[in-house]
């Protein structure tokens, strides 16, 4: 059950074409008439740069930053029915035109997987290397996808959708070269007869540029995938304020010649043939082939309602759904961060028991930290730098 994105150990900037793309897109930007820019009231005659690395990784009934060791299932912490996690990686270098249009450079992963409480509890049993303890059946099923890719991101600004501007919109829409997509999944019947003796009936299907046979050419080196975001906030009575924000809303990953390696594992080999005699069939029966590879990045929704309950001041309900997890966090923030005195926000998650501190200073300078606090049993943890500058 190996969990962590290949671009956790590094991140690389983008394809010498990418940067160009993204030149020409600044300079398409800088050139639109006076007539055509948006620019949102008191915003500065400043270009705006801004750098951000950021990571996320969540579990659900898994030790999420533990599934990449052999012994992972000493840190699992109860067990749920069904198992999810999910983590992602992405850095951003981005520019923003004085009309609210920005054009970034983006290096992303990720990786999600879902299992059920079976194929948790099997694969558990194969970490450890031994056998369940009673003869029973199980039914697993897991489910994983991972990518890894680069892109150029292009955003409008901040549009009204009123005349008294309490509401306003925004989209982004983001262009990717994949560097690597792999799927999995298994599923079927296993069962224990005691004695180290199993009776399988397994069906599972693999699709990555790992996958290698004798008389199989090889994989593309390279896909293609693009994704819509969506942002609406908006201020529909004094003190309050809304934002909603889908992420990926809309997307679509590509990989037009991928080894995908598919097979049924049964046990059950033996049949009468019509003469009485016994027909054996193969234990494993498998094809592998280059094969397109279409999937979906999965939405990040994010909702936050916010009360100005004092002046620089603001009580907030702020919650999320990414891969099928949901959290609620209930939190606090002060200052502008705009001047010498930063910007603070703390907020606690009661289901995860975790909680998140976000700083921001100088008008530059951005730092947030999550944890539940298990350490290697965590089942939350979130990292984010960030810095802006004009000019």
Known sequence: MHLTPAACGRFNFLSMRNRLAAITLISAVSSLPSGARAAPPGESGDWKIRATVAEESVGQGLPVLALDHPDWPNYLVGQSENSRAFRSIKAELSATHPTGWSVAVV?????????????????????????????????????????????????????????????????????????????????????YRGGGAYDFDLRSQRANTDITSLFLAPSGTSGTGESLSFALQGQPVPGWRIQLRGDDLASQLRW????????????????????????????????????????????????????????????TLRATRKAEISQIWLGWNRGDGAGKAPRWSLEFEPNWQATKLELTWGGSWQLLLATDGLGQSTQYRQLKLGWQAKF
């Open 107 to 191: 290096e992303r992963a990720e990786v999600w997987l879902h299992a059920n409480a079976d194929a948790v509890t099997l694969a558990a049993y194969d970490a450890r290397g031994t056998d369940p303890e009673v003869a029973r059946g199980y039914a697993p099923y897991a489910k994983t996808q991972s990518w890894q890719g680069e892109a150029i991101q292009v955003g409008t600004p901040w549009w009204s959708l009123d005349s008294a501007e309490l509401w306003q919109w925004r989209a982004e829409i983001t262009l990717l070269q994949l560097k690597q997509l792999r799927t999995a999944e298994l599923s079927g019947d296993l069962q």
């Open 256 to 315: 037009s010649d991928m080894a995908t390696d598919t097979n049924a594992l049964n046990s059950q080999i033996t049949s009468r043939a019509p003469d009485g005699s016994l027909d054996y069939a193969p234990l494993l029966r498998g094809k592998k082939a280059l094969m397109p590879v279409t999937s979906q990045i999965g939405v990040y929704w994010q909702a936050c309602v916010a009360w100005s309950a004092f002046e620089s001041s603001a009580v």
